[in-house]
C-alpha cells in the first residue's frame, strides 16, 4: 500500500506497529532556502530600518533586530514553522498595552504583517 507516493513497510517495535518510508521522510525534511546577497542585503536594511522605526514609536518595549536573537521567534508550535522557520524583520517584546496599540498603529500603516507569540 504506497504512502505518499512510496512503499510503505510496518516494523513492529515494543507492541506498536510503525510506518517506515524513507521517500515519505525525506519529503518531510525541509530543503534549504537559497538567499542571494541582494535579498540578503534588502531585508537587513529594512530590519534595520524597521527596528530603527519602532524604537521611535515604543517607549516600554524591547526591540530584538539581531539574526542570533531573532531565531528565537522564527519558529512557534506549528508543524509547519518547525519545518520552514522564517527569521521576522524585527521583534517586540512588549512592555504596556499603549505599545502594542503603538506597533500594531505602525504594522499597518507600513503594510507589515504581524504575527502574536505568547
Known amino acids: 500500500m504506497p504512502i505518499f507516493g512510496g512503499k510503505k513497510k510496518k516494523e513492529r517495535a515494543s507492541g506498536v506497529w ?4 524513507a521517500a ?11 538567499v542571494d546577497e541582494a535579498q540578503r542585503s534588502y531585508s537587513s536594511s529594512r530590519s534595520s ?6 524604537r521611535e514609536v ?6 530584538v533586530e539581531a539574526p542570533g536573537e531573532l531565531q ?3 519558529y512557534d508550535a506549528s508543524f509547519e514553522t518547525q ?9 517586540v517584546i512588549a512592555g504596556s498595552e499603549e505599545d502594542v496599540v503603538a506597533v500594531m498603529k505602525y504594522a499597518h500603516e507600513h ?5 502574536t507569540r505568547g
Open 18 to 21: 510503525r510506518n517506515s518510508d
Open 24 to 34: 515519505a521522510k525525506e519529503r518531510l525534511t525541509p530543503e534549504p532556502i537559497e
Open 49 to 54: 530600518e524597521i527596528a530603527r522605526d519602532l
Open 58 to 63: 515604543v517607549r516600554d518595549s524591547q526591540i
Open 72 to 74: 528565537t521567534f522564527a
Open 83 to 91: 519545518l520552514r522557520p522564517r527569521l521576522p524583520e524585527a521583534a
Open 111 to 115: 503594510s507589515i504583517p504581524v504575527t
